[in-house]
């Protein structure tokens, strides 16, 4: 355990939350800049298992932001560049490499997951992985961004407001360009986030976090759920899975 010394020193986490993380199996969807970052800090933090989906290629473009990957790399699947860096991280960590997309058809089983984390840029291919959740009744963590700027939304289906009645994620733009830092931040507190959801902490959990990496600010905006949302109206607390 002396691995996780540092941050079982704190009261958040202590040992009770490193048993839970290192139980822990975790959906990461999308390993681009944001998928390289959070799923970096989940394999050091040491939780359970990830699996890693992502269908595309390591390009040279990719290389400024997505630090999981090398010049090596070029050309490779992310998915298994992904999961042989992250293998090297910590050996502790079950890696499975998905070199796949996540696409509409794909389906969660309740407890398959205990998180999943929607680390793309496609606001199609969040909207997917959100009706899969509320499906499984998997809490996801969903970020984006855009420019400067991210969102962040934690959705424990059946109980918060979802990514459809956010308004489908439409405030995250496809395919934006962001620079390294701004990217690394928000993927960061996803990490942070779905750490949080593991250790079981009172997240903020009807609210869209915006983060502003231009005046480094962060603006929490209310959310509320929708009752004839098709992906999680039907759902609640006590709804069997
Ligand atoms: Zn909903």
């Given at each position: 355990m002396g691995r996780y010394m540092r941050q079982m020193s704190l009261p958040e986490f202590g040992a009770e939350g490193q048993r839970r993380l290192s139980g822990a199996k975790v959906l990461v969807v999308g390993l681009g800049g944001l998928g390289s970052v959070l799923s970096h800090c989940l394999a050091g933090m040491g939780v359970g298992s990830l699996t890693l989906v992502d269908p595309d290629r390591v390009e040279l473009h990719n290389l400024d932001r997505q630090f999981?990957?090398?010049?090596?790399?070029?050309?490779?699947p992310k998915a298994q560049a992904a999961a042989r860096r992250l293998a090297r991280l910590n050996h502790e960590v079950g890696i499975e490499a998905v070199p796949r997309a996540f696409t509409a058809g794909t389906a969660l089983a309740p407890g398959q997951y205990d998180v999943a984390v929607?680390?793309?840029?496609?606001r199609e291919s969040r909207l997917d992985i959100n009706r899969a959740c509320c499906g499984g009744r998997i809490p996801l963590v969903c970020g984006g961004v855009a420019g400067l700027y991210g969102t962040l939304q934690v959705i424990l289906p059946g109980r918060t407001p979802c990514v459809r009645c956010a308004g489908?994620?439409?405030?995250w733009t496809d395919h934006a360009p962001s620079p390294a830092p701004v990217v690394s931040a928000l993927s960061a507190l996803m990490a942070q986030a779905a750490a949080g959801v593991l250790c079981g902490w009172e997240l903020p959990q009807n609210e869209l976090i915006l983060f502003d990496g231009k005046r480094f600010e962060l603006e929490h905006i209310p959310l509320r759920r929708r009752e004839d949302c098709p992906h999680c109206g039907g759902l609640t607390e006590e709804t069997p899975c």
């Open positions: 999981l990957y090398t010049e090596e790399d070029i050309g490779e929607a680390a793309t840029d496609s489908g994620g439409e405030t």
